[in-house]
């Protein structure tokens, strides 16, 4: 599975972004899809994740009741709605599939996109 992440920019404090993850291959439904985000001088720090139909979505506090993930598998994209951006939103966001249910950890996924900057003025 590759997968390409895309949908980043500039927004200002309040704005909304939607980042997509696009992936290639036919067995994308067999996978679940995280989000991840990396800040300069920061770890990379889970975001949400949501499993391979769909049916379980999990996101990190920070942005629980902000971001919403969905999956589309016969565009075989997940998405990444963000609403309500605060400058500590500013970073690199990262998809990554894994076979597992879910993860949390980035060393249990397997493949993931280039990343796309999403940068939040004050």
């Known amino acids: 599975v590759q997968l390409q992440a895309s949908g980043g920019g500039l927004v200002q404090a309040g704005g909304s972004l939607r980042l997509s993850c696009a992936a290639s291959?036919?067995?994308?439904?067999?996978?679940?899809v995280g989000w991840f985000r990396q800040a300069p001088g920061k770890e990379r720090e889970f975001v949400g994740a949501?499993?391979?139909?769909?049916?379980?979505?999990y996101y990190a506090d920070s942005v629980k009741g902000r971001f919403t993930i969905s999956r589309d598998n016969a565009k075989t994209t997940v998405y990444l709605q963000m609403n309500s951006l605060k400058p500590e939103d500013t970073a690199v966001y990262y998809c990554?599939?894994?076979?597992?249910?879910?993860?949390?950890?980035?060393?249990?996924?397997?493949?993931w996109g280039q990343g796309t900057q999403v940068t939040v003025s004050s």
């Open positions: 990554a599939s894994t076979l597992r249910f879910i993860a949390y950890s980035p060393s249990e996924y397997t493949y």
């Open positions: 949501i499993s391979k139909s769909g049916g379980s979505i």
């Open positions: 291959g036919r067995t994308f439904s067999t996978y679940a």
